[in-house]
């Protein structure tokens, strides 16, 4: 359940409008929360509206103000109007953090040999052109409003380190991680910063993440890094409202780890995935000496 916790004293982002995307569940939904906590007024969007609202009402009922505006992030029409609404919201749009995202594992995603050329532009769509477009206006109506501010982009340690059979999340989450230091190279002359936050396991509350960080196998191939466990909602929140605020002004184009020391690990054991069709590694491993491999 979130934190029913009161408006600090001494508020961070007092004045400000922050807008999040995918902010009506998991780290979206920690991130707005805190951000309100914070002193914003907190723009939450995503798909379904009884969540938003619920998300909303949670945070009036601790004293924060925030607004709900339903959008599909990957349709320029729907993100140009809820950028629009956060603009108008009442306070300067001065903070954006891009969440939303899709996680493909077993639907779709896999060596990219196996990957079909229509999940490849779906994971693309949901994992890159989504940044795309909430940059695209977002950063826009920040240069507009002429009050600087923060970018914080939640991202994956999948943009560093390769992930075995995730080809297609990885390519985007890599690409995602190009764009900050882009873009923060080049608002920064409007006072506008970008960062990126790398992700290690966190656990986002779906069903499908529960299923699978339930699994025994899922525990062994983890249990020896990211500090033994994996990590809350909370922890990111905490980062991005850092990122958010003044006190990390001269930070920009940063890629910020936060995966409990997995990318300082010299090996990070990943779970079980699957041979191509028809082709064994244990049959292509017989013919590694006439091949000359390695």
Sequence with gaps: MPSQRSVPSSPRLEGRAILVTGSTRGIGRAIAERAALEGALVVVTGRDASAGEMVVSSIEATGGRALFH??????????????????????????????????????????????????????MTANLTSVFLTLKFGLRAMVDAKG????????????????????????????????????????????????????????????????????????????????????????????????LSDESSFMNGA?????????????????????LPGISREAWDEVDGEVGVG
């Design 70 to 123: 339903p959008a599909d992030v990957t349709r320029a029409d729907e993100v140009e109007a809820l950028v629009a609404a956060a603009a108008d919201a009442g306070s300067v749009l001065r903070g954006l953090v891009v969440n939303a995202a899709s996680v493909e594992l077993g639907n779709g995603d896999g060596p990219v040999t196996e990957i079909e050329l229509a999940d490849w532009e779906r994971m």
């Design 148 to 243: 600087g501010g923060s970018v914080v982009l939640i991202g994956s340690l999948a943009a560093t380190r390769g992930l075995v059979g995730m080809d297609g999340y990885t390519t985007a989450k890599g690409g995602m991680a190009a764009l900050n230091r882009s873009v923060a190279t080049y608002y920064s002359r409007y006072r506008i910063r970008c960062n990126y936050v790398s992700l290690g396991l966190v656990d986002s509350g779906t069903e499908r993440a529960v299923r699978a960080m339930q699994s025994s196998e899922f525990r062994r191939a983890n249990a020896a890094w990211q500090l033994g466990r994996i990590g809350r909602p909370e922890e990111v929140a905490t980062v991005a409202a850092h990122l």
């Design 255 to 275: 890629q910020v780890p936060l995966d409990g020391g997995a990318f300082a690990a010299s090996h990070k054991p990943q779970p079980s995935v699957g041979d």
